[in-house]
């Protein structure tokens, strides 16, 4: 009887040995992510005046909109949770104004060129889900101009939690290394914060339409987005193979500046912020859409 009982046993190392290699793939996982959270890197240093005019302040808050700051931290700065749930933990855009509840108090000029084009917050430890590494395009007049308007908000009281990672993220986090949840390890650090290339026309028009490379990604192709919830739509191609190619540019010029597409479907600003570019300058129009033909 004690035999036949015996023999129908699970072995212990049948339940123990799965169970240790879980453990460790999980503990792996979640040192390897915790290692590049808790990193330091060097505070590299920078030449920058910022100019406290009307004239900088204005075109500060027209690129706060249009290079898509406004989408993570609001209109009025004071920042929003993006994400809160089980796959994503809670993901914080933090309150950049004088409020209480500042995520930015205390910083110097240079802490905020350093967050903005670096993404390495003033204790050398990277900020978290800030697209840094496609900031570091901005030329140093336009970098000036946005530092100056942060600057000049006006205070908003409103405390954020800190952003937590939930396991599943930090899962993807170690298959997807692409995914920019620590940007600062994907950025190369210069103390050169590019000039404007004014007589570059061609140079010109890239520049403009490198506010769109979040989403579309660096050659404006479209597709997946890297970061987003994985209900959001993929990014059209916005080149002559789509987008240039099927709409004219007085139709791309009514969408980004109405929100309606020339079908008359209404663009969703959840996932396509038109208000933001609807911002641009008639040159600026005419540069992105030379650009986007081009490709």
């Keep these: 009887m004690s035999d036949q009982h015996s023999s129908n046993r699970i072995p212990l190392q049948l ?19 915790e290692s590049d959270r808790l990193r330091t890197y060097p505070l590299t240093d920078y030449d920058i005046k910022i100019q406290a005019d009307s004239a900088s302040i204005n075109h500060g808050k027209r690129l706060f909109a249009v290079r898509g700051c406004v989408d993570c931290h609001g209109r009025n700065l004071g920042g929003r949770i993006i994400e809160a749930g089980l796959i994503t933990g809670v993901i914080a855009a933090p309150n950049l104004t004088p409020g209480r509840g500042s995520a930015i108090s205390g910083y110097s000029n240079v802490d905020l060129v350093r967050v903005i084009r670096e993404g390495v917050k003033p204790n050398g430890k990277s900020v978290i889900m800030m697209p840094s590494h496609k900031f570091q395009v901005i030329h140093k007049r336009d970098l000036e101009s946005l530092i100056a308007y942060i600057k000049s908000v ?21 298959i997807n290394r692409e995914l920019a949840l620590f940007p600062a390890n994907k950025i190369s650090r210069s103390s050169e914060i590019p000039e404007p290339e004014m007589g570059n026309r061609k140079a ?7 506010s769109c490379v979040g989403c579309h990604g660096y ?14 739509p993929d990014a059209p191609d916005l080149t002559s193979s789509g987008i240039a ?21 209404h663009i969703d600003e959840q996932f396509m912020p038109w208000p933001a570019f609807g911002k641009l300058a008639e040159e600026e129009f005419d540069l992105l859409w030379e650009y986007l033909k081009s490709l």
């Design 15 to 33: 339940i123990a040995i799965p169970l240790l290699a879980i453990f460790a793939v999980f503990s792996a996982i979640f040192f390897l992510t």
């Design 154 to 174: 006006e205070p908003v009281d409103r405390k954020l939690p800190e952003t937590e990672l939930s396991f599943p993220l930090r899962i993807y986090y170690f």
């Design 204 to 210: 010109r028009a890239k520049y403009v339409a490198s």
């Design 219 to 232: 050659k404006l192709k479209g597709g997946k987005i890297p970061g987003v919830p994985p209900y959001w």
């Design 245 to 265: 190619g099927e709409w004219t540019k007085q139709e791309f010029i009514a969408a980004m500046e109405k929100g309606v597409t020339p079908e008359g479907r």
